[in-house]
């Protein structure tokens, strides 16, 4: 359980004048009370209160793993017969005097929303917790930064595997199942997304699925990729070639080092998201390749892969100490060649850390 | 592209007084449209509409690939830059005629809802497609079941591949690494859901995790696994004995094997979800142990790995053919003995077949 996160998020509560807010997302869930569980469609809820003691309501399948994980108030478990939203009503309004409940909007659906309005017509649920609960988690604390360092020393062992089962004629598909293998038997059991190995002109799109395709001679082969650790995310993408790259790789790869290099070298409390976005980007444009860098700079990371900041132009957010995000620009030129390369970092009093190690100078494999 | 579904929910659309139809749920949009991807936290969206052609709506890195995909309308990208609900709202309100907007409510979050209804004030967003949608996934297609089918089938070669990694003091995540290992290396890129392996008092919790747990003698190991095969997921769960069960453990596992085997003999058109869920139940009830068994009888199966209909005492859906639907009865004593197992059926006309082939006689492993 995150005490003081808990705390702080109360604070926020009782100054808005909710009586109570309801977090639905498991990530979240888990990053208040440390308990983390995949409820599929199962409701799985935290709640709240400012003056009250909060509670976990859950599966009953799901209660007794919930009392062990070090939760120490109350779990409220139903049963797969009983309807969830009658006794999450109950619960509330025999607990809090309800006349605000928040909710966490980016998360909660519509038919749960209503299924809770229905049932507390008098409530207001105007206030959502999102920007809050964002905010929140866009600084880390040393705790969070150093299991992210865990999380990021796993992908590195990550690309070591991977690079050593780059072979003539092995599958994308071949390798992404030796990465996988390798880390589950070393105790990672899950990926924070799918493991991504595209080959040549594979590569060219940003979004590409690994499959059939073969690697061979003088292709450039990307990998991104990231563990789940201990509830933290890494995420980093680094390309290397097979065997000597063609003139055009090799351009194309400078180019995206020297977008990221300045970019990282650029952060520091102080600087826009919206600043490092545009570094990396007038970089790659002016070498002439802007139209072929088609996505933001990066993204926040933490509990969950992808969140705040996002870095891309326009977004005015101040970089502050204690932030974590990517830095991953990427030039694709479809049918010829994709490169991306990226670190994900946490910003310092006066620059940024990456969170992996594996070297950016051009890898030649053979 | 599913034209006949399409059709199909656009007939309802237009009954229902809707001019358009806003899907967001990418597994509901792979379903219609044929186009699968995970747009993470960027917007994907399908919109259908009873008078006018249907459009998809993704980020501009997604666009190439939802062409290529087959998907022979429109498909409106946004980079992430714009924002997506001003550029949704501006194509909805110039393509239709729009004063009914219908829902997926099971989907669509509060946030995206009124970033929608902020900028569409005069529109009705009271209808829910979710139950329309859920009852036209209820039954499958031949076509459906074909895949379903071969999905079951990777479900078999997983247990195969699962049972012969079992020995003296393997650990349960290395025979998950190894299950998932050899199927990638086979083409079967994701699995349904985390392959679970649990081994002895672990399997007594119903939703156990498999970790550092070793394999010994005399104990029950418990697979629950599935894979996505061309978009359709299997679902299956057999408990082995390794070495010689002790006489607790065969007679839960006679018993368990009896209510699976009496439900799924009890499946035919006409009886109701909760009359199968009770059958089962009063098996394990007969022989004293009804209060360990602490879930419900099934589930459906589809597209996803959890869907209509739920098969539970109480629920008075009339079971048809075509339905699909998992039948996993389990007796969890706690720190004693957990079994569970479960085949995935399709309904015929005066019975059921199941996905999965695996036999459900108790193996005996050495």
């Known amino acids: 359980m995150n005490k003081k996160k808990i705390t702080e998020l109360n604070q926020w509560l009782k100054e808005n004048g909710a009586e109570a807010g309801y977090i639905s997302n498991p990530a979240t869930i888990a990053y208040f009370s440390g308990f983390k569980s995949d409820p599929h469609e199962r409701v799985l809820a935290l709640f709240l209160s400012p003056d009250k003691d909060p509670f976990l309501f859950a599966p009953a399948l799901e209660v007794e793993e919930a009392k062990n994980s070090g939760w120490p108030y109350d779990v409220i478990g139903y049963l797969d017969s009983e309807n969830p939203w009658d006794k999450i009503s109950q619960e509330l309004t025999s607990r809090y005097d309800l006349n605000r409940l928040a909710l966490e909007k980016n998360d909660l659906s519509v038919e749960r929303y209503e299924a809770l309005k229905t049932r507390l017509p008098q409530t207001d649920f105007s206030l959502d917790m999102t920007p809050m609960i964002q905010t929140m988690q866009l600084t880390k604390t040393a705790s969070e930064i150093d299991t992210l360092l ?59 699925v690994p499959g059939d395709r073969r690697i061979t001679a003088n292709e450039l082969v990307l990998f991104d990729l990231g563990v789940i650790w201990k509830g933290y995310c890494s995420d980093a993408t680094r390309t290397v070639a097979y065997h000597e790259p063609t003139a055009l790789q090799r351009k194309i ?31 790659i444009t002016s070498y002439g390749y802007g139209e072929y860098f088609n996505h933001r700079l990066g993204h926040g990371i933490g509990t969950t892969v992808h969140e705040f900041p996002s870095l891309i132009t326009g977004n005015d957010l101040v970089i502050q100490e204690g932030m974590c995000f990517s830095i991953e620009p990427g030039i694709y030129i479809p049918d010829q060649v994709g490169v991306r390369i990226e670190d994900c970092v946490y910003v310092t009093k006066d620059g940024c850390v990456p969170f992996t190690k594996t070297t950016k100078e051009l890898q030649i494999l053979s």
Do not use: C
């Not at 595997?161 to 092995?170: D, L, P, S, T």
């Not at 924070?192 to 040549?200: H, Q």
């Not at 790869?253 to 545009?278: C, F, N, R, S």
């Open 253 to 283: 790869y400078d180019i995206v080092l020297e977008a990221e290099q300045t970019a990282q070298a650029a952060v520091k409390p102080g600087i826009t998201a919206g600043e490092l976005d545009q570094i990396a980007r007038d970089v």
């Open 150 to 208: 865990e999380a990021g020393s796993w992908a590195d062992v990550a690309f070591e595997i991977g690079f050593a089962a780059i072979k003539e004629g092995v599958s994308e598909a071949a390798i992404v199942a030796e990465i996988e293998y390798e880390l589950k038997k070393r105790g990672v059991s899950h990926m924070s997304f799918d493991t991504t190995v595209l080959a040549g002109d594979n590569a060219a799109s940003p979004h590409g």
